[in-house]
T-cell receptor, first 115, second 112 residues
Framework: SAVISQKPSRDICQRGTSLTIQCQVDSQVTMMFWYRQQPGQSLTLIATANQGSEATYESGFVIDKFPISRPNLTFSTLTVSNMSPEDSSIYLC????????????FGEGSWLTVV | GQNIDQPTEMTATEGAIVQINCTYQTSGFNGLFWYQQHAGEAPTFLSYNVLDGLEEKGRFSSFLSRSKGYSYLLLKELQMKDSASYLC?????????????FGGGTRLMVKP
């Protein structure tokens, strides 16, 4: 199984600022994803992080608000830009490992509170 | 589009058996996952079904019927630590990626 590390694990952010979340996987993975989980809600996919190219965003999410990078097979970043209180959420990195086609793993999440 | 339904809340007694149902309507299908999520923690993988039938893993079992668009997660010999949210997720086979679409989750409360 893949071990996924995210940082920061928790942060309090000022309205209007931006924060970048980092995701590091301990082994090479094929797919990496970013999810959001708002308070009391289930997980919603933000985008698929593509290595060396622009991320693929789901409906309702745009690159200007959530820029994503994936420079190699084991690392990705998600930036939450120009934050507002509505962006207060848990942001989860997810990955599917090579040879583990059936299982998708999650990082521990980054809890952001925007004040 | 995808539509995944599961009960919002369930309550069961320690030592008992509980079945959490999940129904789905998807444009494609490439597997169904169950995850457990304790409050304040990330989801952890429980089970994966892609063929019809029952997959057993210790106290947890998961069943799938593709023709009915139906799955359930069965938890036996319930323990207090099983109190958590249980998330049903479907992988859409029509997309190039392998992303998951999640149901709303079922919050299970185990009582003594």
């Amino acid at each position: 199984s893949a071990v996924i590390s995210q940082k920061p694990s928790r942060d309090i952010c000022q309205r209007g600022t931006s924060l970048t979340i980092q995701c590091q996987v301990d082994s090479q993975v094929t797919m990496m994803f970013w999810y959001r989980q708002q308070p009391g809600q289930s997980l919603t996919l933000i985008a698929t992080a593509n290595q060396g190219s622009e991320a693929t965003y789901e409906s309702g999410f745009v690159i200007d608000k959530f820029p994503i990078s994936r420079p190699n097979l084991t690392f990705s970043t998600l930036t939450v830009s120009n934050m507002s209180p509505e962006d207060s959420s848990i942001y989860l990195c997810s990955a599917q490992g090579i040879g583990s086609a059936n299982t998708i793993y999650f990082g521990e999440g980054s809890w952001l509170t925007v004040v | 589009g995808q539509n995944i339904d599961q009960p919002t809340e369930m309550t069961a007694t320690e030592g008992a058996i509980v079945q959490i149902n999940c129904t789905y309507q998807t444009s494609g299908f490439n597997g169904l996952f169950w995850y457990q999520q304790h409050a304040g923690e990330a989801p952890t993988f429980l089970s994966y079904n892609v063929l019809d039938g029952l997959e057993e893993k210790g106290r947890f079992s998961s069943f799938l019927s593709r023709s009915k668009g139906y799955s359930y997660l069965l938890l036996k010999e319930l323990q207090m630590k099983d109190s958590a949210s249980y998330l049903c997720a479907v992988r859409d086979g029509d997309n190039a990626g392998n992303m998951l679409t999640f149901g709303g989750g079922t919050r299970l409360m185990v009582k003594p």
